[in-house]
C-alpha cells in the first residue's frame, strides 16, 4: 500500500525531481520500489543518450552544411536533398550562424563575405523596389531573389536585419577588423540604409515601418511587426556604431555623420506596439485585435493548417505558424522586462502550432528564461530529433539545418541561457529536472570558453586566451583561466505552465512517451 | 484697355459665371466683347451637346448591357470586347444596377435573379472558405470563383454587401413582394450569415471585420475598411428588416429571431475607424498613418502606378485606385456627417490617383454633395466620354459599361443629389455653372417621377402613379401629378477646392480646355 502512495514522486525522483522524506525513507527500505526506480533510471539514461547522439549528429550536419559553405549560400537544406530546391532563407544568419559564430568563427565570417558578395544584386532590388540601400533576397542560391510569392515571402523585409545582426554578432565575437572594413562595414550601412527608406515618421513623429511581413508565415504584410521593428532598430544602431569606428571607410561608401545621426534617430523613434489592456506586445499592430482561431474546431489532421485553410483565413485570426514576437524575447531580450517576456511568452504558447521547424528551438530557449524548464526540454527534443525520428515526415527531403544548429541553440542559449547583447556575453544556466550536465565550449575573441552546468551550479573557465569578463544570472566577474569560476543558479521563477492549442504540445520527452 | 480687364470675366460668364455690373455694362457696350462672348457660348453649346450625346451613348450600351441580361450576368464590358474575359464584377450591382432599378426595375429583378440562380455556388465557396451563409465571387461568369488571385480579388467580400444592397434598393423602389419572397430576403440572409461569420466581437464588444479588402485596389487585407464596415452593417440590417416582414419564409430558411437580433447587434457594433487627429475617417484601419505616396516623384508615364510600382509598395502607402472611402461617402453617406464628408473628400481628393474607371463618377456624386461643382462637372465629362473619347486607350477591349452606367449616377445622384437611404426618396440638385438644365425621370413603386433642374429650382412632377412623398434638400412634401412641385435651389456651402495628386486633375471641360 506504501509502494502504491509513492509509486508517481518515486518515478518522478527517477527523472529529475526531488523526493519527500517519508518517501526517501520508503525508497531506501523498499526493493520493489527501489527496482522499480532503477528501472526508471536506465530508461531515462537512454533518452539522455539519444539527445547527446540527437545532439551530434545535428552538430555535424548543420557545421557539414556550414562551415563548409566557403564562401556560397548554406542552403535550409544544405546538401543533404532537394527539399526547397537548394535556396537559402534567413535560417542562415538565425539560426546556423551563432552556431558557427561561437565554434568555428572563419565559417561565419565566411557565410558573411557570400552574403557581401551578393551586395550588387540586393542594391539593385531596392532600387527596383524603390528603396535605398540593399534588399536582401528572401530566397535565393546566387543572390537573386527567386521567390515569387510575395506576401509571406519578399515581403519579410527582416532578413536583412537578421543580416546584420549575424554581422554584429560575427564582429562582436570574434573582433575581426578586416572583416568589418572589407564586408561588414558595407552590410551594415546598406541596410541601414534599406530600413531608413522602408521606414518614416509619422505626425507624432514616431518611425513606423508598415505593411511588411515577420517571421511568422501565418501573418502578412501588417503595420510595425515588432520582431522586424526592433531588428531594424538594433541593424540602424549596428550601423552607425561601426561608421563611428571606421569613419574613413564609411566616407568612401558615402556616409556623413548627418546620415548615421539619422538612423540612430530613426531607431530611438521606432514604432513597438503593445496591448495595454492585454498587457502584451501584438505580434504586429492590432494582432491581438483579430479573431483568435477556432482551435477546437481544428482536427489533428488539419495540421500543418497551410495545406488545409486558405491564407486569406490564416492571415487574418490569431494563430501563429512559428516564434516570431517570441524569436523577439530572445534576440531582442535586452527590449522587454522580465514580466513582459512571461507574459508574451504565454500569450504566444497558446496560440503557436509549430507548422514550421524554424520554432522549437526558440520555444525552448524563452521558455528555459521564464522558467518552464521541462517544457523546454520537450521543445529541445523536438528541435534535435526532428530529422533522426523524421518528425515532420519530410526528411527524405532533406535535413532541416536550422532546426539541428537550433539544437546547440536550445543547450547553449537555452539551458546555458548564453546572451550576447551589445557584444556582452552572460549566462543565466538552468537545468530542467531530466537532465543532470551540460557543458558546452565556445569561441569568442580568440578565446575558448568552457562552460559546464549541472542541477546546482555552473562553472566557467578558460581553455585558452585571455582574461574574459562574462555574467552569471547578472553576477559580472572574469574568468582568468583553466581554473573554473563556480556559480551557484538560482530557483527558477515559480509560473503557471502555459498551455499550447489542443494537440499542438510538444511530445512529452519521458520513458514511455 | 477695358476690354482687356474683362476679357476672363466675359469667358468666365459665358460658362456661366455671374458678371459684376461694371463688366456687365462693357459687355452691353463693346461689339467686340459681345463677339467674343457669342463665340464662347457656342462653344459652350457644342460642349453640351457631345455630352448629351456622351449621356445618350452612355444609357444606350448600360441598358444593352443590362436591360438584355435577361437572367445572366451582366459583365464588366457588356458584349462589347474581350477585356475580362466576359467576366461579371460587383460593378454590375454597384454602378449598373441603380441606373436599372429607377428606368427599367425588371432588369434590375432579372440580375438579381441571376446572383440568386448562383446562390448555391456562393454557399459552397462560403463553406469553403469556413464561413456561414454565401460567398458570392469576385469575378465570375457563371457564378463560380474565377479569379486566382487573392489580396485584390477574393478578399474583396464587399461584394456580398453590395449585392444586399441592390437587393435592398431594388425591393424598396419596386415593392416587389413576389421577388424578395422568391430570391431577395433568400439573397439577404446569406449575405448577412456570411457577414456574421467573417465578423468577430473584440473585448470591448465592437463588432470587426479584419483582413479583407475594399473597392480601393491599391490597398489590401486591412481591418476595419469602413466602405466594407458600413456596407456590411447596412446589409445585416437589410436582412432583419426581410425577416421580420415574412417569418415565415425566414423560418423555411432556417432563421429564427435570435439569428436575425445577432446581425442588429452586430450591426450596431460595427467599428468605424476615425482619425480624430487628422479628423478624417481612415479608408481602413491604420491608413491615414501610412506614408503618403510620393506624387512629385512619380512621373505623368508612371501612371497607372500598378504597372510601374509593386504592388507590394502601393499596398502600404497612402494612395487610392479609386473611391473607396469616398464610395461609402455616397452609398452610405446615412452615416456621415455634411461636414465630415467635406473633410473626408478633401483627404481622398489628395490621394485618389483614379487608374480605374469606377472612380469617377462617385467622385462627381461627392464633390456636388460637398459643394464642389466644378469639380464634379469635370468628372462627369470624364465618367460619361470614357469611351467615345477612348480616355483610358483601352476601348477597342470593350466598352467600361460601370463608367458609362456611372455618367447617369453623377447626373441623377450626382447633380440631382437624388439618395435612396432607407427606402426614402429624397434631392438635393445643383447644377454647376457650366450646365444649364438637367432633366430626368425615375421609376418609383409603379410611379414616374420627372426631376427637372436648373441653376436656380427644380420641378418635380408625377408622370404617372400615386401620390408620393420626396424631399428637396432636406424639405420633405409629396408630389400629387402633373402639375410640378417648384423649389428653389440653396446656394452650395462655399468651402476651399481640394487638390488632386500632380497631374491627376480631371481634365477642365470647357472650350480650348
Known amino acids: 500500500m506504501s509502494c502504491e502512495r509513492y509509486a508517481g514522486a518515486i518515478v518522478e525522483h527517477a527523472l529529475g525531481a526531488d523526493l519527500a ?29 539519444e539527445l547527446q547522439q540527437a545532439l551530434r549528429f545535428a552538430l555535424f550536419h548543420a557545421l557539414q552544411a556550414g562551415a563548409r559553405g566557403e564562401q556560397r549560400a548554406i542552403a535550409a537544406k ?49 532600387n527596383q523596389l524603390g528603396l535605398a540601400g540593399a534588399a536582401f533576397p528572401w530566397r535565393t542560391i546566387a543572390g537573386h531573389e ?34 568589418e572594413r572589407e564586408a561588414g562595414l558595407e552590410l551594415l550601412v546598406e541596410t541601414a540604409r534599406l530600413w531608413r527608406s522602408l521606414g518614416h515618421h509619422d505626425a507624432e513623429g514616431r518611425f513606423r515601418i508598415d505593411g511588411v511581413t515577420g517571421p511568422d508565415e501565418y501573418s502578412a504584410v501588417a ?44 531607431a530611438a523613434a521606432i514604432v513597438v506596439p503593445y496591448d495595454e489592456k492585454l498587457g502584451v506586445h501584438p505580434q ?25 485553410f486558405p491564407y486569406f483565413d490564416l492571415y487574418r485570426k490569431q494563430v501563429v505558424k512559428q516564434a516570431d514576437l517570441v524569436l523577439a524575447l530572445h534576440l531582442r531580450g535586452d527590449a522587454f522586462s522580465a514580466e513582459a517576456k512571461a507574459s508574451d511568452f504565454a500569450y504566444y504558447e497558446a496560440l503557436t502550432v509549430r507548422d514550421s521547424s524554424l520554432s522549437a528551438c526558440t520555444q525552448a530557449v524563452v521558455a528555459v528564461e521564464v522558467g518552464h ?15 533522426l525520428d523524421n518528425l515532420e515526415h519530410n526528411t527524405r527531403d532533406g535535413l532541416h539545418i536550422a532546426s539541428l544548429a537550433g539544437a546547440w541553440i536550445v543547450a547553449v542559449a537555452g ?41 546546482r551550479q555552473a562553472r566557467y573557465s578558460l581553455r585558452q586566451g585571455e582574461p574574459l569578463q562574462i ?5 559580472t566577474f572574469d574568468v582568468t583561466g583553466a581554473e573554473a569560476v563556480t556559480r551557484t543558479i538560482p530557483t527558477a521563477p515559480a509560473r503557471d505552465l502555459p498551455g499550447q492549442p489542443p494537440g499542438r504540445a510538444p511530445v512529452r520527452r519521458r520513458p514511455g512517451g
Open 415 to 455: 539551458f546555458g541561457g548564453m546572451r550576447d547583447h551589445d557584444g556582452a556575453l552572460t549566462f543565466a544556466p538552468r537545468l530542467p529536472q531530466r537532465l543532470n550536465r551540460l557543458a558546452f565550449g565556445l569561441c569568442f575573441r580568440g578565446r575558448r570558453l568552457k562552460v559546464e552546468v549541472d542541477q
Open 21 to 49: 522524506p517519508d518517501a526517501r525513507t520508503h525508497l531506501e527500505t523498499c526493493g520493489v520500489c527501489r527496482g522499480r526506480f532503477d528501472e526508471q533510471q536506465r530508461a531515462m539514461q537512454a533518452l539522455d543518450a
Open 223 to 266: 503595420d510595425n511587426n515588432v520582431y522586424t521593428n526592433l531588428m531594424a532598430q538594433r541593424n540602424l544602431r549596428l550601423a552607425a556604431d561601426a561608421v563611428e569606428r571606421h569613419p574613413d571607410r564609411a566616407a568612401q561608401l558615402g556616409v556623413d555623420s548627418e546620415e548615421a545621426a539619422g538612423w540612430r534617430d530613426a
Open 146 to 179: 527567386c521567390s515569387s510569392y510575395w506576401p509571406a515571402g519578399t515581403a519579410a523585409f527582416h532578413v536583412n536585419a537578421d543580416i546584420a545582426d549575424a554581422v554584429g554578432r560575427y564582429q562582436a565575437a570574434s573582433g575581426d577588423e578586416r572583416f
Open 471 to 475: 555574467a552569471h544570472h547578472g553576477e
Open 78 to 126: 544544405g546538401l543533404t536533398g532537394p527539399g526547397y530546391n537548394g535556396h537559402a532563407f534567413w535560417d542562415t544568419e538565425t539560426f546556423v550562424l551563432p552556431l558557427l559564430t561561437y565554434t568555428i568563427p572563419e565559417a561565419a565570417r565566411d557565410a558573411l563575405r557570400w552574403r557581401h558578395a551578393t551586395l550588387d544584386l540586393a542594391r539593385e532590388r531596392a
Open 373 to 387: 524548464l521541462e517544457l523546454a526540454y520537450d521543445y529541445f527534443g523536438e528541435a534535435a530529433l526532428i530529422d
Open 284 to 308: 504586429a499592430e492590432a494582432f491581438t485585435e483579430h479573431q483568435p482561431w477556432d482551435f477546437a474546431s481544428t482536427a489533428p489532421d488539419q495540421y500543418p493548417l497551410l495545406l488545409h
